[in-house]
């Protein structure tokens, strides 16, 4: 995953020439961004229609998942959501005063906040988790199909995009 600031190159001249892809694997790769596209869409609905916005939604599911805890730093949910600090501090706001979200001290680093969803932010993400994996099932992005799609490509590793990333202070 590319760090919030980092840059895709493309032209880098240590990157070896890219065998040319066939028509097939043009398809396959359009295809995956299609389904990908439509996902979104019901996601960002979904979300919608749950009087929230995509975004606050990414920010709980991405509280609720974070590995090992259910709890997160301003820090970590802003590397999550790909995000700068004070945006995320501002999605944070918006979600306190939603009462999707709480902030809680630190027990162990008094200047580090943590972020843990209130019991209507559990509920909002449960609801939509539910839809969402019911739209998994229904559509070509269920892990299997996407799985195989992808390996029928057979891109090689000169076909891999390189990322220089940079650190945001």
Do not use: W
């Not at 909002?124 to 799609?149: F, I, P, W």
Request: proline fraction near 3%; aromatic fraction near 4%; include cysteine.
């Amino acid at each position: 995953m590319m760090a919030a600031g980092a840059k895709l190159v493309l032209n880098s001249p240590a990157m070896a020439r890219p065998e040319k892809l066939r028509k097939a694997q043009y398809e396959t790769l359009a295809a995956f961004r299609y389904a990908l596209r439509r996902f979104i869409h019901f996601s960002e609905t979904a979300a919608q229609a749950a009087n929230i916005t995509p975004q606050q939604h990414q920010a709980l599911l991405a509280i609720k998942g974070f590995p090992k805890r259910d709890c997160v730093t301003v820090g970590e949910l802003a590397e999550r959501l790909q995000l700068r600090h004070h945006s995320a501090v501002g999605l944070i706001n918006r979600l306190v005063l939603e009462k999707l979200v709480a902030r809680t001290p630190s027990n162990e680093d008094r200047r580090q906040v943590l972020i843990q969803l209130t019991h209507r932010g559990e509920k909002t993400l449960e609801k939509l988790s539910a839809l969402h994996g019911e739209q998994l099932k229904r559509t070509a992005l269920n892990s299997v199909a996407c799985s195989n799609s992808l390996m029928a490509l057979r891109i090689s590793h000169t076909h891999s995009i390189k990322f220089a990333c940079s650190t945001n202070s």
